[in-house]
T-cell receptor
Framework: ETGVTQTPRHLVMGMTNKKSLKCEQH?????MYWYKQSAKKPLELMFV???????ENNSVPSRFSPECPNSSHLFLHLHTLQPEDSALYLC?????????????FGPGTRLLVL | AQSVTQPDIHITVSEGASLELRCNYS??????LFWYVQSPGQGLQLLLK??????LVQGIKGFEAEFKRSQSSFNLRKPSVHWSDAAEYFC??????????FGQGTRLTINP
């Protein structure tokens, strides 16, 4: 595997379900991100982790719970979601504090909440 | 707070024609500026970025962008588009490289 991978690629869940999204980066980076991409809305930054520590929470509802066990893996735990949470969830990684730091994105998980 | 405006939601150009996608930003200091491209079903791929220095930036796939501080703009250009350039293009601005604010995106359609 190369780059940033995300699983599953597609997910359908009911509002009472609990599910998790997984992201893995194979680039040796030390920063990871979750973004939400909804139809007709700009890409929204949700969380940032640097060296496994959360450094940014962009006022995300608590029904989204991130976890970063190490610099290569990032999870987004989902519970009691709402239909308006249906979106494409993108993960990204970067090498923090590098000159020219650039975020590299995964292909995303398409989530549908029924 | 910083913001990004991409005035054109959808642009159609003919294959071989030149392209310019507009991006205007609002930010107090010198921003970090990025252009990303997203093909259907894919994540975002970086085309180019501006941090400092030469205001004309070259990117991948023949794209370039020019930072104009006086106009708060960072427009993306390509002299001759190919059918494979059809995608959605996003401009982003950040006070650093981590806290990015993205524009709404411009969807590019190529006519054969």
């Amino acid at each position: 595997e190369t780059g940033v991978t995300q699983t599953p690629r597609h997910l359908v869940m009911g509002m009472t379900n609990k599910k998790s999204l997984k992201c893995e980066q194979h680039l040796g980076h030390n920063a990871m991100y979750w973004y939400k991409q909804s139809a007709k809305k700009p890409l929204e930054l949700m969380f940032v982790y640097n060296f496994k520590e959360q450094t940014e929470n962009n006022s995300v509802p608590s029904r989204f719970s991130p976890e970063c066990p190490n610099s290569s893996h990032l999870f987004l735990h989902l519970h009691t979601l709402q239909p308006e949470d249906s979106a494409l969830y993108l993960c990204a990684s970067s090498q923090a504090n590098d000159w020219g730091e650039t975020q590299y994105f995964g292909p995303g998980t398409r989530l549908l909440v029924l | 707070a910083q913001s990004v405006t991409q005035p054109d939601i959808h642009i159609t150009v003919s294959e071989g024609a030149s392209l310019e996608l507009r991006c205007n930003y609002s930010y107090g200091a010198t921003p970090y500026l990025f252009w990303y491209v997203q093909s259907p079903g894919q994540g975002l791929q970086l085309l180019l970025k501006y941090f400092s220095g030469d205001t004309l930036v070259q990117g991948i796939k023949g794209f370039e962008a020019e930072f104009k501080r006086s106009q708060s703009s960072f427009n993306l250009r390509k002299p001759s588009v190919h059918w494979s350039d059809a995608a959605e293009y996003f401009c982003a601005v950040g006070e650093g490289a981590q806290k990015l604010v993205f524009g709404q995106g411009t969807r590019l359609t190529i006519n054969p």
